[in-house]
Structures are given as C-alpha cells and as structure tokens.
C-alpha cells in the first residue's frame, strides 16, 4: 500500500507554514513535482514518531487526508516511538514488547491482545483503550493516563503503576500480583476479581480473598 499526497489538495487544509516546508523538502528529496509518496503504514509510524512530522502527521489523520494507523499483528518489538501521536490506531495483537512509547499520544488505540512485555509507556496518554487481554508484564506504566480505558483480563504483573490515573478504567479479571500502584488514582475503577498475591499492599476499599480481589 502507497499513499500519494497531492500539494494542492493538502493547500485546502490551510497548513501552517512548518508543514509546507517539509512537505516540499520531501517533494525535492524523492523527485517529484507536486505530490509525495508515504510507503505504506510503516511510512505513516514514521511520521506519527518523528520529532520533525508527528505534529504534520496529527494534523493530516484529524482532517482524513492520510488514514489512521492500521497494523495489527505488525512485529514491531523494541521499536522507539517515543512521544508518538497515534491516536485511534489499530495494533491490535501486535508485537510491542520493550517498545518505547514514554511521552506518546494512543487515545482511542485498539491494543487488544497485544504484546507490551517490558514497554516503556511512561507518561503515555492511553485515554479509552482498549487492551482487553493484552501482556503488559513488567512494562512501565508510570504517571500514564488510563482513564476509562478497558484492561480487562491483561497481564500486569510486576508492572510499575505509579502514579498512574486509573479513573474508571476496567481491570475485571486483570493480573496485579507485584505491580506497584504506589499513588495511582483508582476513583471508580474496577478491580473486581483481580488477582493479587498476600504479599502485594491492600488496595483501599478492596480486599484479597483466595488471590482475588473483591469490594470490601
């Protein structure tokens, strides 16, 4: 899949001056003479990582002149995509362990059943994604916002929650043996049947019975 951007047509979005000029540059760069070619959804990552286009790359998938980020299953373990804009992508069972996406923007994203074994999603924003049976062992998920998003069933063992928001986020049936939820913000959030070991720390107005997590 080639996806061709014509200048005229990205000169109806009114773009800002910063865009153009990359735009441009890009032109040149390939040879031609009013257009450029993106190679597919592995060009579209590059511009949504990009300290220099994922703000180009942000405002083009809000207007629907290049289409969202769509790869799932895709293998793309150890990755840098820190501070990524990739809102609403589709990643669901992809490979993304020890992938490094501190900073980044996945609001909307469809991660179901995905591989986050060691990932760096430090400060992450994850508003309303959707993880359902994703592996986050070990991964850190510090200061991230997780408000309202679904985490049911995912393995979070041993991950670092710190300071994490967890407003309403789903957690029903989730692994949280040895995650760390030192000042995580849990208002309304669902721990119901939860697992957690003896030794973990009680969890206010939750309480352990039989490994599992049930309202006190």
Known sequence: ???????????????????????????????????????????????????????????????????????????????????????EANLREANLSRVNLSGSDLFGANLKGADLRGADLYGAILHKVDLYGANLREANLERVNLREANLQGVNLRGANLSGADLYRTDLLGADLREACLSGAELYRTNLQAARRSKEDPEIPGWKNVNGMLVPS
């Open 1 to 87: 899949m080639k996806i061709i951007l014509y200048r005229k047509e990205i000169l109806k979005y009114n773009p800002c001056d910063e865009g153009m000029a990359w735009f441009d540059e890009m032109r040149i760069l390939q040879g031609r003479k009013n257009s450029i070619k993106i190679p597919g959804m592995f060009g579209l990552l590059w511009l949504a990582a990009n300290a220099e286009t994922r703000g180009f790359y942000s405002w083009a998938t809000n207007r629907g002149i290049v289409p969202t980020l769509n790869m799932p299953k895709a293998n793309l373990e150890g990755a840098d995509l820190n501070r990524a804009k990739v809102c």
